[in-house]
Structures are given as C-alpha cells and as structure tokens.
C-alpha cells in the first residue's frame, strides 16, 4: 500500500496526517503514534534487549519526529525518514553510554568469551528448515551488544553495509565482520538450543 | 497434655500463623542506582515512606497484604533508572485491604524520586534529591528537605510540607488544603482552587512566594521580623487588615479596593510574596 | 584452500553471492561439507531475519509521556489533545484542554496583552470548541468529556472517581469565575495569572486521570 493510500484508524489516510501534523494537529499526532508504533519500539527492543530502554528510546525518536516533522519533505517513504531517526536515537543513546575512551569500534567487539567459535572440520546437521522465529529472536536478544546491533541494523532493517558504517562511524570491513561474528554466534546458539530440545531437556 | 488440649493448641497455632500471613509479607529488594540516577515509584492503594539510607544502594522493603498484587522492583543495567511498581494480579472480589503494598524506601543521596499513588498516603523525609509527587486523595507529608526542587500534584490529596529549606517549591493540589510550617526557597508555589493554603514561617531568603486559591481562605502567620513585600488581593471575598505592621505601598499592578486587597512592605522587603483568592478570605497574623 | 582460509574470507563473501575472484572459496564449499553446511546455514539465518515481525507494543506510558511533552513543548495546536484515548483502542472522547502558556514571572504591559489575548482565546477555544468525532465515536462537549473522564477513573476505584468529580466542579467554576474577572478587565494581571492557573489545573487533572487509566 503507497504511504498515500494508507489508512489510519481515525480514518485519515497517512499523508492526510502527516500534513496535519506539520500543522500541529493533535488527532493526526496520535494516528502516526498508532501506525508506527510498533515498528519503532521493535526495532529500540531488538537493538538494546532492555524494555524500559526501548521506551525511552520510542518516546525520544517519536519525539524527534513531532519536533521535526515540517521538514519532512516526502523525497523518501516517511516510514524510512521515521525508521532512520530512529536508529540514530538509538545509536547517539548508546555512544552517550560508552566510555568516552572506549572507541565505538572497541564497544562492537565483545569479550574473547563472547565471540564466536571457529567451526572447522565438524560437519553436522544444517540448521536450515529448523529454526522456529521465537528462537531466532531469543537467540538475538542473547547476542552480545556489537554484534546486535550491527545484526539488526543488517539483517533485520535492511540496511548496507556503507549506510551502517556512517552511523556507527566504523568501517565496512568491521561491519562485515560483526555482522559475519553475529550470524555465527546466533548459529552456536541455535544448534545448541536444537541439541538441547532432540535431548529431551 | 491430653489429645483434646494439644488439638486446641494446633488449633490456635494455626490461627495465630493465618494471622500472621495475612499481616503481611515483606521483601526487600536492594537497586544499584548511580548519583543523579531517577527512581519511579507507581502504587496505588498502601503507604510510600521514603527516607535516606546508610547504604549505596536503594533499598525497597515492600509489605504486601494479599496474593492478588505483587511488587515489582528493577532497575536498568546501566544503573540510571530504577522503578517500584505495583502490579495487581487479580482484582475481582479484592477488598481494598487486600490490594494494599505498603513500601519503606531507603535511598542514597543524589537520587531524584518521582511518586505516584492513588490514594496511599506518602511520607518523604530528609532526602536529598529532586522529588516529584502525584497522589489523587493520599495525604502529602515532605519533611526536612534542603536545597532541592520539590514538585507536588494533587486532586484532593491534603498536603503539608514542614521544614523544608532552600528548597524551589511547586504545589497544586485542587481540593486538597495545604500546610506549609517553616518553607522556604528562591520560588515556592501553592495553587489550589478550593483547598485552604495555611503559611507559618518567615519567608526566609528573599524568594518569591506565591499562594493562590478560588474561593478558599489562605492564613498566613509570619513573625514581626519577616522582611517582606506583600501583595494580597481577592476579587470578590475580602483581606483582613495584617495585624503586623506592614508599610502600605501603592503598586502599579493592583487595583485598590477596600477590604479587598493590601500592598505592605516590612523591613526591606526582601522575600516578594503575593497572596491571591478570588473569591476566598486572606488574613495575615502575627505568628504566636 | 583449507577450512581456516575459507572461514576468513567468509565474511567478505557471502553476501555479495559469489564472484570470479571466490572460484576457489566456491570449490571449497563445494568439496567440505562443514564449510558448506556452514555457508547454508549463515545464508539461512540471513534469510529469516527480515521475517522477523515487528511483535511488540510499548506501554500505554510511552504515549502518555510524549503527550506530556508535546503539550509542554507547544507542539499541539488546533482541534484537540490526545486525551484518554490509548492507540489501537477505541478512543473515549476528548479531552477539551489545549496546550497552554508557559505562566510569566513578571508581568509588564505587554506581557499582560498578549498573555489576555492568550487565555480569551483559550478560553474561546475551551467553550466554544466542537471536537470532530472519530470513527466510531459520537460527538462531544467539554461537560461531557469531564464526565468521560470521571467515570473512566471510577471504574478503577470510585471513591477516587469521587474526588475527581468534587474537583472538576470546583476548576470549572474557578474557570468561569476568572473569565469573568478577565472580561471586565483585560488588563489585570492577576485576573490572568488566576485563569491560567484554573486551566492549568483542569489539565492536571486530566494528565493525572489518563495516567491512572493506564495504570
């Protein structure tokens, strides 16, 4: 559905309350709550697996949005410009968390215990086909923070490998490697949870 | 001791124990919360005593009286937020009793507290952070307080505040009276609409005071020594001559009516003080 | 090419889909089966994920607080404040409060004018206002939207629901007995300062009630 023709609870299509909006139209500030909700607290939730920070986090990007929506201009989808202003909220919260000495590289790389194992000569059964969503998200809400993020950033939300190193302000060649590291440690976890549920446990 | 006694016995234990269980069960949990760190306490019906502890963390005695509510008590990892809040797990056929949480609340200076009851009194003494206070009918009770911000909202909640010094001072409470003994600070605020707002103190430290209400009285008692430029007016009820001598001044922005209004300084006028009703009765008396 | 080689190229590799230059990793995955297992299961991993739905809401707080903040901010102007309606649910009417200014410190000349043509407006806009109905919702006045309001915190506990009521009465009269007061004088400042207060108390009000509903 275009975002024109899209049509909110209050019976308002969403460009009709994006206009309205810029105009401080209250009604309309509530029906862009209601649509995009959803979407922006999953995202805060799957990027900092904590709810009272994912919160937080939804109520400052919405209002960021309130605040700046006159320039919003239309030269992309608004659900895009949303998605985008939220994803920096979440990254300027999460540098304001870091050391101030600790480089944003050195926050995305865990702990030696955390990073993922190397997986030579072991054929085992392939995961593909058995991976159940609940367990895909478990496991991301289990992954260590660096490797989260860049995870969702990629391969949840979609976005590349360029666009992710001007935010996080890291290299493409890091972003890959996180993004490699992530997908192998959520591959550890969910063998292991298979394992566990064929054991009977 | 024969069969009969020793059931009587048992019988008895066993009453005394229901008794005790339906007294309450106390937990305490302790929230590792950092200097400047935000503490959120939402509950309804019960009690709120916050006070300062000896130790680095906040610690959170909760007394239930029931199954059918249960306090939830976490903090962030990061150490800046913490919350205390009451969950009801079964209302049907609940007794108001029986929905109570009754929390003691120790915590460690530099911690702002935020609280929010419905109709649970509250009781905050000596803490050294910014509070925030919402209660719909819970009495309101802030004691000694010092060079903070104190942020007061209430329905009917009767509020009354004693001791607290330094301190920047808002309170609304629509219905409810307010007391203030021995406040002062760079801005202390009192609106209600029908509560009665009653000021005993000095006017310490050349702030701004301002106590205004629709139609209820405000009574100020204040000793001779009180520096003060004052301002008193009701639209339609009436001002009491002050019975301290206070030099009549003739300001701009108040319209004369006789019985209505007053404008006096005492001394050299430090504290500004401006005592509004629209329809209510004023009076300024000497403090005993 | 052994395993190890392979693994640490793998990154660089696998999302562009194979190219010339990877022949060699290709052969590899081709001929070992860990490392092709490997391969599977990373791309099927990257599959799913943006199957993921997004699957949770946040608590009703979160509205409330940006409300909070966007009446604070001046942000909402025009028909009416979000008010105890909580998205994705039947709205409960109105609230017929709207975002007011910040009260003065110190009242000069103009500060009184524009702070009267502030509040007349308010005040025309609180008693003349006509809130469009949502769907599904039946037109409201601001008496009606009180007693929404009010039987909205009675359903949770009447004896608060009392309370709520007692003070509604009491901010409405002040209401009316400060227009009064700033129709027979516009310029006294006090007069102003009263009428703000009594708004600004009707809004507490319903601030206080919509979070007692959420609770």
Not at chain 1, 114 to 125: F, L
Not at chain 3, 59 to 80: A, F, H, K, T, Y
Request: aromatic share 4%.
């Amino acid at each position: 559905m275009t975002q024109a023709k899209k049509v909110i609870a209050s019976g308002l299509t969403e460009a009709e309350a994006i206009d309205r909006a810029k105009n401080g139209d209250a009604e309309a500030f509530e029906a862009l709550y209601g649509l995009h909700k959803r979407r922006v607290y999953s995202l805060c939730l799957r990027m900092v697996s904590n709810t009272s920070e994912a919160e937080d986090l939804t109520q400052e990007a919405f209002l960021q949005l309130y605040r700046k929506i006159s320039t919003f201009r239309g030269e992309s989808a608004f659900s895009t410009w949303l998605h985008r202003l939220a994803v920096n909220v979440v990254l300027m919260h999460l540098r304001k968390k870091t050391l101030p000495e600790v480089s944003l590289d050195e926050m995305l790389e865990p702990q030696q215990e955390d990073a993922p194992k190397k997986d030579i000569g072991t054929p085992d059964n392939t995961l593909t086909g058995s991976i159940d969503r609940v367990n895909l998200e478990r496991a991301i809400g289990d992954l260590p923070p660096g490797y989260r993020i860049i995870f969702v950033l990629h391969d949840i939300e979609g976005y590349e490998h360029n666009e992710i190193a001007e935010m996080m302000g890291c290299s493409i060649g890091n972003s890959k490697s996180q993004l490699h590291k992530a997908r192998m440690k959520l591959r550890e976890h969910l063998k292991f949870s298979r394992a566990e549920k064929s054991a009977g446990r | 001791m024969t069969n009969l006694t020793r059931t009587a016995y048992m019988a008895a234990l066993l009453v005394v124990g229901a008794n005790l269980a339906a007294a309450g069960a106390t937990r305490q949990s302790r929230l590792n919360l950092g200097p400047g760190a935000v503490l959120t306490v939402v509950t309804s019906g019960g009690s709120v005593s916050l006070h300062p502890g000896t130790e680095q963390q906040v610690i959170v005695n909760s007394t239930t009286h029931s199954d059918r509510v249960e306090a939830d008590v976490h903090a962030t990892p990061d150490g800046k937020r913490g919350e205390v809040v009451t969950h009801v797990l079964s209302q049907q056929g609940a007794s108001a009793d029986d929905l109570r949480v009754d929390y003691d609340i120790a915590v460690p200076p530099g911690i702002s507290v935020t609280l929010s009851t419905a109709t649970a009194p509250i009781t905050v003494q000596g803490v050294s952070g910014d509070i925030s206070i919402s209660s719909d009918t819970g009495q309101i009770t802030v004691r000694q307080i010092s060079k903070s911000h104190l942020h007061v909202r209430g329905v009917t909640a009767p509020v009354t505040l004693t001791d607290v010094i330094g301190t920047h001072v808002d309170i609304t409470s629509t219905g409810g009276a307010v007391q203030l003994t021995q406040v002062s600070g760079p801005t202390v605020e009192v609106r209600t609409a029908s509560g009665r707002i009653t000021y005993n103190g000095d006017f310490a430290g050349g702030g701004h005071y301002l106590l205004s209400t629709h139609d209820a009285p405000i009574d100020v008692f204040m000793p001779a020594f009180a520096s003060v430029d004052l301002t008193a007016r009701s639209s339609t009820g009436a001002v009491d001559p002050p019975e301290l001598p206070l030099e009549k001044k003739e300001h701009t922005n108040v319209l004369p009516a006789p019985g209505r209004s007053f404008t006096g300084t005492s001394h050299s006028g430090s504290a500004s003080v401006e005592l509004h009703s629209y329809s209510g009765r004023i009076r300024i008396k000497k403090q005993p | 090419m052994n395993c190890e080689q392979f693994q640490e190229i793998l990154p660089h590799i696998i999302d562009d889909g194979g190219q010339d230059g990877d022949a060699e990793a290709r052969t590899h995955a081709d001929a070992c089966p860990a490392c092709g297992d490997l391969v599977r299961d990373l791309r099927h991993i990257a599959e799913q994920a943006p199957l993921l739905l997004p699957m949770h809401d946040p608590s009703p707080r979160v509205w409330s607080n940006i409300q909070q903040s966007l009446i604070s901010e001046g942000l909402i102007r025009g028909d009416r404040t979000p008010g105890l309606a909580s998205t994705g649910s039947a709205n409960t009417g109105p609230a017929s409060v709207i975002a007011l200014p910040q009260r003065p410190r110190a009242w000069t000349p103009l500060g009184s004018i524009m702070a009267t043509a502030a509040v007349l407006l308010l005040g025309v806009l609180l008693f003349n206002y006509r809130p469009k109905p949502a769907a599904g919702l039946k037109a409201s006045d601001p008496a009606s939207a009180d007693e929404q309001l009010i039987r909205q915190v009675s359903s949770k506990d009447p004896s608060v629901g009392k309370a709520y009521e007692e003070s509604m009465k009491q901010v409405n009269s002040y209401i009316a007995d400060a227009e009064k007061a700033v129709k027979n004088d516009g310029n006294d400042s006090v007069a102003n300062e009263q009428l703000m207060d009594a708004y600004q108390q009707k809004a507490m009000l319903y601030e206080m009630a919509t979070a007692r509903s959420q609770e």
